[in-house]
């Protein structure tokens, strides 16, 4: 029911930033907690951010805490994350998630875009 996609991607250098965000469809956007995951070469997939239906609570990875902002529009149906003081090892496919029930586990999300490629060089 729910369609979201992913844009923003790209290669930046470590210390840069880079602005992802997910475009989601239908009319029920404000329903869904709304998370953020990544996932490395050879690593599972893991929790980044999520941010509640309101917009008024986030939560965030300790890995990112302090370095990125989760952020959501729901009249443009539309979840950002931007990333700041980018590490190589954020290097990951980064995916934006829809889920009914709070939860940190994957899985356990609805829905998912496709995801989107971020690469930080050394």
């Known amino acids: 029911q729910v369609q979201l996609v992913e844009s923003g991607g790209g290669l930046v250098q470590a210390g840069g930033s880079l602005r992802l965000s997910c475009a989601a469809s239908g009319r029920t956007f404000s329903r869904y907690i709304m998370g953020w995951f990544r996932q490395a070469p050879g690593k599972e997939r893991e929790f980044v951010a999520d941010i509640s239906r309101s917009g008024g609570s986030t939560y965030y990875a300790d890995s990112v805490k302090g370095r990125f902002i989760i952020s959501r529009d729901n009249a443009k149906n539309t979840v950002d994350l931007l990333m700041n003081s980018l590490k190589p090892e954020d290097t990951a496919v980064y995916y934006c998630?829809?889920?009914?029930?709070?939860?940190?586990?994957?899985?356990?999300?609805?829905?998912w875009g496709q995801g989107t490629q971020v690469t930080v060089s050394s």
């Open positions: 998630a829809a889920t009914i029930v709070a939860t940190m586990v994957p899985t356990r999300y609805d829905y």
